[in-house]
Protein backbone atom coordinates (compact mmCIF):
# COMPACT_ATOMS: atom_id res chain seq x y z
CA UNK A 1 0.00 0.00 0.00
CA UNK A 2 1.58 3.35 -0.72
CA UNK A 3 1.77 5.59 1.97
CA UNK A 4 -0.73 9.14 1.96
CA UNK A 5 0.57 12.12 2.56
CA UNK A 6 3.02 13.41 4.78
CA UNK A 7 3.26 9.52 6.11
CA UNK A 8 6.88 8.93 6.33
CA UNK A 9 6.93 4.99 4.87
CA UNK A 10 9.45 4.38 2.75
CA UNK A 11 8.30 4.73 -1.31
CA UNK A 12 9.41 2.63 -4.20
CA UNK A 13 11.45 4.47 -6.20
CA UNK A 14 8.77 5.16 -9.17
CA UNK A 15 6.41 6.29 -6.63
CA UNK A 16 8.76 8.56 -5.39
CA UNK A 17 9.62 9.98 -8.25
CA UNK A 18 6.01 10.47 -9.15
CA UNK A 19 5.13 12.19 -5.77
CA UNK A 20 8.29 14.35 -6.62
CA UNK A 21 6.71 15.10 -9.53
CA UNK A 22 3.26 16.05 -8.20
CA UNK A 23 4.88 18.68 -6.22
CA UNK A 24 6.87 20.32 -8.82
CA UNK A 25 4.05 20.79 -10.61
CA UNK A 26 1.92 21.88 -8.01
CA UNK A 27 4.91 24.66 -7.22
CA UNK A 28 5.02 25.80 -10.54
CA UNK A 29 1.34 25.94 -10.36
CA UNK A 30 1.36 28.04 -7.43
CA UNK A 31 4.27 30.36 -8.59
CA UNK A 32 2.74 31.20 -11.97
CA UNK A 33 -0.12 32.23 -9.73
CA UNK A 34 -2.72 29.33 -10.02
CA UNK A 35 -3.82 28.33 -6.33
CA UNK A 36 -6.62 26.16 -7.70
CA UNK A 37 -4.10 23.36 -7.48
CA UNK A 38 -7.14 21.22 -8.78
CA UNK A 39 -5.72 17.78 -8.30
CA UNK A 40 -7.12 16.34 -11.96
CA UNK A 41 -5.05 19.07 -13.59
CA UNK A 42 -2.18 18.46 -11.40
CA UNK A 43 -2.14 15.15 -12.47
CA UNK A 44 -2.26 15.71 -16.23
CA UNK A 45 0.65 17.99 -15.91
CA UNK A 46 2.62 15.94 -14.02
CA UNK A 47 2.20 13.32 -16.77
CA UNK A 48 0.50 10.55 -13.98
CA UNK A 49 -2.38 9.32 -13.21
CA UNK A 50 -5.71 10.88 -11.47
CA UNK A 51 -5.47 7.91 -9.07
CA UNK A 52 -1.82 8.32 -8.89
CA UNK A 53 -2.48 11.76 -7.36
CA UNK A 54 -5.18 10.74 -5.03
CA UNK A 55 -2.67 7.93 -3.64
CA UNK A 56 -0.44 10.51 -2.45
CA UNK A 57 -2.78 13.27 -1.91
CA UNK A 58 -6.25 12.46 -1.14
CA UNK A 59 -7.44 15.97 -1.47
CA UNK A 60 -6.17 19.37 -2.27
CA UNK A 61 -5.55 20.18 1.53
CA UNK A 62 -3.05 17.41 1.73
CA UNK A 63 -1.29 18.71 -0.95
CA UNK A 64 -1.10 21.79 0.66
CA UNK A 65 -0.05 20.39 3.46
CA UNK A 66 3.27 18.59 1.65
CA UNK A 67 3.96 21.82 0.30
CA UNK A 68 4.04 23.64 3.24
CA UNK A 69 6.07 21.39 4.75
CA UNK A 70 9.20 23.33 4.52
CA UNK A 71 7.63 26.70 5.82
CA UNK A 72 6.49 25.04 8.47
CA UNK A 73 9.81 23.69 9.64
CA UNK A 74 11.42 26.96 8.94
CA UNK A 75 8.72 28.38 11.78
CA UNK A 76 9.40 25.34 13.88
CA UNK A 77 12.94 26.52 13.94
CA UNK A 78 12.47 29.42 14.82
CA UNK A 79 10.14 29.01 17.87
CA UNK A 80 12.95 27.49 18.89
CA UNK A 81 15.93 30.01 18.56
CA UNK A 82 13.28 32.56 19.68
CA UNK A 83 12.34 30.15 22.83
CA UNK A 84 15.84 30.04 23.69
CA UNK A 85 16.79 33.99 23.30
CA UNK A 86 17.92 35.80 25.98
CA UNK A 87 14.91 37.76 25.93
CA UNK A 88 11.94 35.75 25.75
CA UNK A 89 9.26 38.95 25.09
CA UNK A 90 11.28 39.93 21.99
CA UNK A 91 11.35 36.38 20.89
CA UNK A 92 8.32 36.10 20.85
CA UNK A 93 7.24 39.18 19.04
CA UNK A 94 9.86 38.22 16.33
CA UNK A 95 8.88 34.82 16.02
CA UNK A 96 5.25 36.27 16.07
CA UNK A 97 5.85 38.80 12.98
CA UNK A 98 7.96 36.09 11.43
CA UNK A 99 4.96 33.82 11.49
CA UNK A 100 2.89 36.51 10.32
CA UNK A 101 4.78 37.54 7.10
CA UNK A 102 5.05 33.79 6.08
CA UNK A 103 0.98 33.56 6.51
CA UNK A 104 0.56 36.88 4.56
CA UNK A 105 2.76 35.76 1.77
CA UNK A 106 1.23 32.06 1.19
CA UNK A 107 -2.80 31.91 2.32
CA UNK A 108 -2.22 28.47 1.82
CA UNK A 109 0.42 27.90 4.31
CA UNK A 110 -1.74 30.07 6.80
CA UNK A 111 -4.75 27.38 5.87
CA UNK A 112 -2.03 24.77 6.86
CA UNK A 113 -1.47 26.50 10.33
CA UNK A 114 -5.42 27.28 10.92
CA UNK A 115 -6.58 24.11 9.91
CA UNK A 116 -7.64 21.78 13.20
CA UNK A 117 -7.25 18.53 11.60
CA UNK A 118 -4.18 17.60 9.86
CA UNK A 119 -4.01 14.96 6.65
CA UNK A 120 -0.62 13.94 7.35
CA UNK A 121 1.38 12.86 10.09
CA UNK A 122 4.33 14.97 9.28
CA UNK A 123 2.11 18.28 9.53
CA UNK A 124 1.12 17.08 12.77
CA UNK A 125 4.67 16.20 14.25
CA UNK A 126 5.35 19.45 13.06
CA UNK A 127 3.04 20.74 14.15
CA UNK A 128 3.65 19.27 17.70
CA UNK A 129 6.80 20.26 17.87
CA UNK A 130 5.84 24.14 17.07
CA UNK A 131 3.69 24.03 19.76
CA UNK A 132 5.89 22.82 22.07
CA UNK A 133 8.41 25.58 21.25
CA UNK A 134 6.07 27.88 21.64
CA UNK A 135 4.76 26.50 25.30
CA UNK A 136 8.53 27.09 25.97
CA UNK A 137 8.37 30.52 24.67
CA UNK A 138 5.52 31.20 26.78
CA UNK A 139 6.78 29.84 29.92
CA UNK A 140 9.80 31.90 29.97
CA UNK A 141 7.41 35.31 28.87
CA UNK A 142 5.26 34.12 31.78
CA UNK A 143 8.50 34.84 33.78
CA UNK A 144 8.33 38.32 33.18
CA UNK A 145 4.72 38.46 33.89
CA UNK A 146 3.96 39.92 30.27
CA UNK A 147 1.75 36.65 29.36
CA UNK A 148 -1.68 35.24 30.72
CA UNK A 149 -1.08 32.16 32.62
CA UNK A 150 -3.92 30.57 30.73
CA UNK A 151 -2.78 31.34 27.30
CA UNK A 152 -1.34 28.07 25.59
CA UNK A 153 0.56 27.94 22.50
CA UNK A 154 -2.55 27.01 20.71
CA UNK A 155 -4.14 30.10 21.66
CA UNK A 156 -1.39 32.01 19.98
CA UNK A 157 -1.55 30.42 16.63
CA UNK A 158 -5.43 31.02 16.42
CA UNK A 159 -4.82 34.40 17.62
CA UNK A 160 -2.35 35.15 14.93
CA UNK A 161 -4.53 33.11 12.33
CA UNK A 162 -6.90 35.60 13.32
CA UNK A 163 -4.30 39.36 12.68
CA UNK A 164 -3.30 37.22 9.62
CA UNK A 165 -7.02 37.52 8.06
CA UNK A 166 -7.45 40.93 9.52
CA UNK A 167 -4.65 42.40 8.15
CA UNK A 168 -5.61 40.80 4.54
CA UNK A 169 -8.97 41.83 4.77
CA UNK A 170 -7.41 45.81 5.63
CA UNK A 171 -3.75 47.08 4.18
CA UNK A 172 -0.40 45.73 5.03
CA UNK A 173 -0.17 49.10 6.71
CA UNK A 174 -1.77 48.19 9.86
CA UNK A 175 0.51 44.49 10.28
CA UNK A 176 2.70 46.23 12.87
CA UNK A 177 -0.61 47.78 15.08
CA UNK A 178 -2.34 44.52 14.85
CA UNK A 179 0.71 42.56 15.99
CA UNK A 180 1.16 44.99 19.31
CA UNK A 181 -2.82 44.95 19.75
CA UNK A 182 -2.02 41.10 20.01
CA UNK A 183 0.88 41.20 22.45
CA UNK A 184 -1.33 43.89 24.63
CA UNK A 185 -4.09 41.33 24.81
CA UNK A 186 -2.19 38.39 26.08
CA UNK A 187 -0.84 40.60 28.89
CA UNK A 188 -2.57 39.45 32.33
CA UNK A 189 -5.05 41.75 33.01
CA UNK A 190 -4.49 44.48 35.33
Excluded: W
Excluded at 36 to 46: D, T, Y
Excluded at 49 to 58: A, D, K, L
Excluded at 104 to 127: C, I, M, N, R, W
Excluded at 153 to 182: F, M, N, Q, T, W
Amino acid sequence: MTPGAGQEKELRADAARNRARILQVARARLAAGDNSLQLNAVARLAGVGVGTVYRHFPNRHALVEALSAERLRELVDEAQAAASADDPLTGLRRLLGFALDRMLDDPDFAAVLESAGDTGAQTSDLKAELDRAVTGLLNGVRLTGAVRSSVEADDVRRLLCGVAHAVRSGSGEVKDLYLDVLLQGLRPPR
